[in-house]
């Protein structure tokens, strides 16, 4: 017979059963006398699938009972002969992929990049191609990296990038992330280090840790912070009205975050402003700003792609859905980043202007709206 999953035991119910990978034949024995539906007795040939799952798969049309198609509400009867498919996606990896970089540093143990916006750091569910790990992959002369590899067996020299916490946790955390020290947003672009060795890894992270990493953003902000510098302090936690989002929330259901800020440029309705991270959390600069009612503009998550201040025209309206077309994610970059280097002690930083079309907004929001008043 086929192996099977340990936690199943193909004689527990007195049927005849083969499984092989994700498809399970059974012919129903005789003592089968309570009719149950069909997606419930499947159930017991897949311990590790859940109801709803199997019934997915039955929708899908991968069941037959005695040669027919049935529904999963059907009732198993003594002698049928079940025949089911278990959908299961293909397990979750990164291969390289030919993508151009823009790298601003690189030496046998880390690489220095700078993301381009729109570019997820590392594959997870919805972003199985196209992120900053496939094209380091390619860059490095890399090899693919599944989910289900064998962590005893990771190899940071085969790879070519670090491979410390680079695989699931977890078989429901599908996440592969060589090399990826700390992350950036989607649509943050922005300096971003990156660990080719494990050795190099390890004493990164723990700079990350301990709040001793230079992080400078530079943001476009909905109106104008009061006062113009300062700092907002506020635990950040998932939005219990949004779970899609985080929110400054009560000290205990959060993690303490401390944003430190000068306003570099005050135009009629948005600033320029420049942001230290003392800490680093989910979404901190968006979650900050947005809760003194200062999102960052174009942010579609916390309310910056409306026109937050000043006149409500329709030609302004218009105006503005030019500006967001340009720039359709928060105008947020990561424009310095500084680290002691994990394995030489040299002190390194790095510098990064904004993406070409900031510049270009910012040109229009300076002829469309004008300087604040001094």
């Keep these: ?156 020299e085969e790879v070519g990038l670090s491979m410390t916490n680079a695989l699931p946790e977890a078989p429901d955390h599908p996440i592969v992330r060589p090399g990826i020290v700390h992350r950036l947003d989607k649509g943050t672009s922005g300096l971003l280090v990156v660990a080719k060795r494990d050795r190099a890894h390890h004493p990164l992270a723990e700079q990350f840790k301990e709040h001793t990493v230079d992080r400078q953003y530079r943001a476009i902000v909905w109106g104008h912070l009061d006062p113009p510098s300062g700092t907002i302090r506020g635990a950040i936690g998932r939005d219990p009205r949004n779970r899609q989002r985080m929110a400054v929330v009560p000290r205990d259901d959060g993690k303490w975050a401390v944003t430190h800020y000068e306003t570099v440029e005050r135009l009629a309705y948005t600033s320029v402003v420049v942001f230290q991270l003392e800490t680093g959390r989910t979404h901190q600069i968006r979650v900050h700003t947005s809760n003194r009612e200062r999102p960052l503009l174009g942010d579609p998550k916390y309310g910056g792609q409306t026109v937050r201040y000043g006149p409500q025209s329709e030609s302004r309206r218009s105006f503005f859905g030019q500006v967001f077309e340009a720039l359709p994610h928060p105008a947020l970059h990561a424009s310095r980043l500084g680290f002691t280097h994990p394995t030489t002690g040299e002190a390194l930083q790095f510098e990064a202007d904004p993406p070409a079309v900031w510049k270009h907004v910012i040109r229009r929001l300076r002829a469309e709206e004008g300087r604040a008043d001094q």
């Design 1 to 156: 017979m086929p192996k099977i999953p340990d936690a199943f035991d193909p004689g527990a119910y007195g049927a005849d059963v083969t499984r092989e990978g994700n498809v399970v034949e059974v012919v129903v024995p005789e003592t089968e006398t309570g009719g149950p539906r069909i997606d419930k007795y499947l159930t017991r040939f897949y311990p590790e699938a859940s109801r709803t799952k199997i019934q997915r798969a039955i929708g899908k049309g991968h069941l037959k009972v005695n040669g027919a198609d049935v529904q999963k509400s059907y009732s198993v009867a003594p002698g049928d002969e079940i025949v089911f498919r278990l959908i299961r996606k293909p397990p979750m990896q990164a291969e390289p992929e030919e993508i151009p970089l823009d790298i601003r540093y690189e030496d046998q143990d880390l690489l220095v990049v700078n993301k381009p916006a729109g570019m997820v750091v590392h594959p997870a569910p919805g972003h199985r191609s196209g992120t900053l790990v496939h094209a380091l992959l390619h860059h490095v002369d890399g090899t693919t990296v599944a989910a289900d590899d064998d962590p005893a067996t990771a190899d940071d």
